[in-house]
């Protein structure tokens, strides 16, 4: 019998996810363990592998699509000739429109043709239709529809990219700075107009070129990344490549002596204390209460958690994660990606990629 692919859940707070590559494509013959999708939440990145092997019957979804935990992907079947079954219609609620005879739809390209306002009628027969077909469809009219225009260029507005923790923690921050004006919060998994601490959610990515062109220049990015450091670099890319510039942002309890040098996109939170000579790369995160004491180098995209000390002259590679309380003593190289737990303390260099446990002493 035919096995059926269903997306996994990631996590349980984010039941929805980003379909980040499709590796696959419809009536091709896969072996056991071949690669069938990426799929990313705010929080992860997980790559779908083929349980059996068989032909891929039925792809249900397209790169760059929205998917949620349990939504049919395709089948594994023993012929590529293999018809799925006919699939059971949705029951309707009152006041859902009955989808017109041919029509084949992903379940999120419907949900933007209906929040569109696009007849149903219009859609294409035949071919499966996607958020892509839809946004194409749209054309012009699919800015106005999903973010509200901004009215002239103000040079403090300042968009937040996520709407979770972090980004509450960055809320805070840029309003003690009162020096920027929160045009609203962007999140890929927050419905529309719902509000974090009191700031609408304007949507999600698509909105950024609404944005950008309504007058909005600035942004901050709340994706922390703790668990997969490509979800943060590629929300910087996405910023990027729709024109929004990242400014290094500092909390008025901070304390930055005058020699450090702050790359765009760093954030350093409150009470945070970064030294004489200092220099943190593009991205970096100096969380509440911890110390960069003079001479250190950290690269682009370390994460510091609260709490943490480095002495003086460390070196500090691009990706690293440093746990809450963790101590690393004087002239010590921390290579690129690697992560050290909570509470540790690091006592020489810790070798690119390398994990030092949390309450440990490094090297053990």
């Known amino acids: 019998m035919p096995v059926e692919v269903t997306i996994p859940l990631l996590n349980p707070n984010e039941p929805e996810a980003l379909l980040a590559a499709l590796h696959v494509r419809e009536a091709q013959q896969i072996s056991p363990g071949d690669l069938l999708c990426t799929l990313e939440t705010t929080k992860s990145t997980a790559e779908l592998q083929a349980e059996s092997g068989g032909f891929v019957v039925g792809l249900s979804?397209?790169?760059?699509?929205?998917?949620?935990?349990?939504?049919?992907?395709?089948?594994?079947?023993?012929?590529?000739?293999?018809?799925?079954?006919?699939?059971?219609?949705?029951?309707?609620?009152?006041?859902?429109q009955a989808l017109p005879e041919g029509l084949r739809i992903t379940a999120p390209a419907l949900a933007l043709a209906r929040q569109l306002g696009i007849a149903l009628e219009t859609l294409p027969r035949g071919p499966l239709v996607t958020e892509q077909t839809v946004r194409s469809q749209a054309g012009p009219a699919l800015g106005a529809k999903l973010a509200p225009p901004v009215s002239a260029f103000d040079p403090t507005a300042i968009i937040?990219?996520?709407?979770?923790?972090?980004?509450?923690?960055?809320?805070?921050?840029l309003l003690a700075l009162a020096s920027y004006h929160i045009a609203g919060i962007v999140d890929d998994n927050l419905p529309r107009n719902q509000t974090v601490l009191g700031l609408p959610v304007l949507g999600g990515g698509d909105v950024l070129g609404v944005l950008h062109a309504g007058g909005v220049r600035l942004a901050a990015n709340a994706v922390g990344g703790i668990g997969d450091l490509t979800v943060r670099v590629k929300v910087f890319e996405r910023l990027s490549l729709a024109g929004f510039t990242c400014p290094a942002v500092v909390h008025p309890t901070a304390y930055v002596e005058p020699s450090a040098q702050l790359s765009p996109g760093v954030q350093v939170f409150p009470h945070a204390y970064v030294g004489s000579d200092v220099r943190l790369g593009f991205g970096t995160i100096v969380n509440t209460g911890a110390i960069v004491s003079h001479d250190c180098r950290l690269g682009s995209y370390v994460n510091i958690s609260p709490g943490a000390i480095l002495a003086g002259g460390v070196q500090v590679g691009d990706g690293v994660l440093?746990?809450?309380?963790?101590?690393?003593?004087?002239?010590?190289?921390?290579?690129?990606?690697?992560?050290?737990?909570?509470?540790a303390t690091v006592k020489s260099d810790v070798p690119e990629g390398a994990l030092v446990r949390a309450g440990s002493i490094w090297p053990e």
């Open 61 to 96: 979804f397209s790169q760059g699509e929205t998917v949620r935990a349990g939504d049919l992907l395709c089948y594994l079947a023993e012929t590529a000739y293999w018809q799925p079954p006919a699939r059971e219609p949705t029951p309707q609620t009152e006041g859902d």
């Open 160 to 173: 937040i990219y996520g709407g979770g923790g972090h980004g509450k923690s960055l809320i805070e921050l």
């Open 322 to 343: 440093v746990g809450m309380g963790v101590t690393i003593n004087l002239l010590a190289n921390i290579g690129p990606k690697a992560r050290i737990g909570n509470g």
